[in-house]
């Protein structure tokens, strides 16, 4: 038989043999055909290669704006979802036609730019890096900057933390205006994740300064936010409101929707610790509709979840339930793993009001997980000591005490005072179960002390509620621990201007 299929002895077309479609399809006989092409032949068939898919995707698209611009986000095109097959054309070919190296930059960019719509953070933090290596300052610094957002937004602190710090330094020593604020912001933003809130509060401030002389109203919103939610954690609560209804403020005025819906959403959450539920509700609402029509999922699955805890303290249990789910499925689906922690959180909060404490249980130890795994030390503390408040419920003191023992110093070292007050009364309540009725008095007081400091009235009157009812069983009046009347904290911070 000759080398020509059957179908070719009757005029038809000569159908690919196995031999050749095996010699096609093996990956080392591919790689071995292609070292045997000389370096300027493939060179020129990887151009090829990009012009002829440059063509089936209505051709080149234009050149993204600077990184260093106000809005340097390229619109959308084509290409995009072959952005990082094109890089790699544009740079085999470049080999020998220097003028590929601005169609790398290109597509290099757009690469970065769609992995990161589509959550793909390997694939994101890996174009950046690459383009980074490309460009020079001071937009080396801010695609190491995106780079390291990418790895944070991805679960990937560790990551993020050298890229930030690499970041910051090459911006200190070229640029002194936007980009440099814009870089103090992200490494602030990872501090205060990790729960070292002195150096984030300091990064926020510094960042401030430098985008109120420069007149960014957008990015001054945005960082009015992130200050904001360090006052909250810290117990500076009417501070932080006070920052929340500025950001909000510019944010409409000068249109930034974005802003609006983040400030929005803040403020759903200081509502929520100062036990102001259903405007926490309202809020909230306002904040997802916004973020939904934005298609901002991320931020979407966050305002969801301050949803679904107002709603759970409403009583409106069903509504929290599958505004919590929502929630979980955005942070999954966009690579948000330190946000799944807080939604297993939110979902225990609701197994124990249901009384399926097994399940509360389950899902505050995968929450713990996740924490630990995500260096989240603020939420490991708070997951801790939830545990605590589950297993004293459960008549598991030793448990308890062991928990709550382990979750104070986190608490303190992470600056979650209102927390850390919420749960210093129930180690006391623990502490008057286990006939300590002596012992319970100091952490009571702290607890009180902090709950009243963190301007949360509501939390104030369940707590003493409660330590009013574990009297009886203890053989006490119920007025044995006074209530908040007697605990007004002298060392409450004053307001910060």
Not at 159 to 174: C, D, G, N, S, V
Not at 175 to 189: D, E, K, M, N
Not at 422 to 431: D, E, S
Not at 459 to 471: D, G, H, L
Request: aromatic share 4%.
């Amino acid at each position: 038989m000759s080398g020509r299929g059957q179908g070719a002895d009757r005029g038809e077309p000569d159908p690919v043999n196995s031999e050749s479609a095996y010699l096609f399809r093996h990956a080392l006989l591919r790689e071995a055909a292609y070292q045997l092409q000389l370096p300027g032949e493939r060179a020129g068939l990887h151009a090829r290669a990009l012009a002829a898919i440059e063509r089936i995707c209505g051709g080149r698209p234009p050149e993204p704006p600077s990184l260093a611009a106000e809005k340097p986000d390229a619109p959308p095109h084509p290409s995009d979802a072959f952005a990082a097959e094109l890089a790699a054309h544009a740079r085999a070919a470049g080999a020998v036609d220097p003028a590929m190296q601005a169609v790398l930059r290109c597509y290099l960019r757009r690469a970065a730019e769609h992995a990161g719509r589509h959550f793909q953070t390997a694939a994101c933090i890996e174009a950046w890096r690459q383009l980074a290596g490309l460009l020079d300052r001071p937009e080396r610094g801010e695609a190491l900057r995106r780079a390291a957002a990418a790895a944070s937004e991805g679960g990937l602190p560790w990551t993020a933390e050298p890229l930030l710090r690499e970041a910051l330094a090459l911006q200190r020593a070229e640029c002194p205006g936007r980009l440099l604020a814009l870089a103090i912001r992200s490494l602030a933003i990872h501090e205060a994740g990790a729960g070292r809130v002195g150096p984030a509060e300091e990064g926020f401030r510094e960042c401030l300064d430098l985008q109120r002389g420069a007149g960014t109203t957008g990015e001054t919103c945005v960082t009015l936010g992130n200050l904001a939610i360090i006052f909250r954690k810290t117990g500076r609560v009417r501070e932080a409101e006070q920052l929340l209804e500025e950001s909000l403020r510019l944010a409409r005025e000068a249109g930034e929707r974005k802003a609006e819906a983040a400030a929005l959403a803040n403020l759903g959450a200081v509502y929520l610790s100062t036990g102001r539920d259903d405007d926490a509700r309202r809020v909230s609402q306002e904040a997802s509709r916004l973020f939904r029509s934005l298609g901002d999922d991320r931020s979407l699955g966050i305002s969801m979840g301050n949803l679904s805890l107002a709603l759970l303290h409403l009583g409106r249990a069903e509504e929290a339930r599958q505004a919590n789910n929502e929630a979980a499925s955005l942070g999954r689906r966009t690579g948000n793993r330190r946000f799944e922690g807080m939604a297993l959180g939110n979902a225990a909060s609701a197994f124990r009001l249901a009384g399926e404490l097994g399940k509360a249980e389950q899902a505050l130890n995968d929450a713990l997980v996740i924490h630990v795994e995500q260096g989240n030390r603020g939420s490991e503390g708070i997951t801790r000591a939830a545990l605590a408040d589950l297993w004293a419920a459960t008549g598991r003191f030793s448990e308890a005490e062991r928990a709550y023992l382990e979750a104070f110093p986190i608490l303190v070292e992470t600056g979650e005072r209102r927390f850390e007050g919420i749960h210093r009364c129930g180690f006391a309540r623990l502490l008057l179960q286990t006939g300590r009725a002596g012992e319970a008095r100091a952490p009571w007081s702290k607890g009180l002390s902090l709950l009243v400091a963190s301007g949360d009235a509501n939390r104030v009157e369940v707590e003493t509620r409660a330590m009013r009812e574990s009297c009886a069983p203890a053989g006490l009046p119920p007025d044995e621990f006074t209530g908040p009347e007697t605990h007004r904290d002298p060392a409450a911070p004053a307001p910060v201007r």
